[in-house]
């Protein structure tokens, strides 16, 4: 059996090309609610609702609403890189992202990458990043360039 190659953009597209047709089939008329929750160093049994019994009430409740992932697996194992991946849907090294980022490097993910909130935007959703951004902490690299319509977080990890 032949494998298909994906591409990025293909990939992107119809990810929002997917919630756009999900929002076409919704009985009502408002867009569904997209939440990506990227938490490091969170392992498959720490939820509730994987069968940890370490209580997480919210968490567990917006599985038992929404969809549950049973398969994803980071792009690389530190914060930088997996974050810059899950926005592309590319792999690290192509995003130029391959190491933790820190203040000092002056470097970010790219503004030419397209990024899962700028397709989304593009389907009328309004975008929002709380949390460590992590990818460039120079002003052209902020979360608002890449689609986040708002931002509340820190930009680097506090070491």
Not at 17 to 46: E, K, Y
Not at 104 to 110: A, I, Q, R, T, V
Not at 115 to 136: D, E, N
Request: some cysteine.
């Amino acid at each position: 059996m032949k494998q298909a190659i994906v591409g990025r953009r293909f990939f992107l597209r119809a990810a929002g090309g997917a919630l756009a047709a999900m929002t076409l089939r919704a009985q009502s008329s408002a867009m569904p609610n997209v939440v990506v929750i990227l938490a490091d160093d969170l392992c498959f049994g720490d939820l509730g609702c994987y069968g940890s019994t370490i209580p997480t009430p919210n968490l567990d409740a917006m599985a038992e609403e929404g969809i549950r992932l049973t398969r994803f697996y980071s792009a690389a194992p530190v914060c930088s890189p997996s974050r810059a991946a899950l926005l592309t849907g590319r792999y690290p090294v192509r995003t130029g992202v391959v190491n933790v980022l820190m203040p000092s490097d002056g470097m970010g993910l790219k503004n030419s990458e397209q990024t899962l909130p700028k397709v989304l935007k593009q389907q009328g959703y309004r975008t929002a990043c709380v949390g460590k951004w992590h990818l460039g902490s120079q002003p052209s690299f902020m979360p608002n360039q890449h689609g986040f319509d708002e931002f509340y977080g820190l930009l680097t990890a506090m070491i």
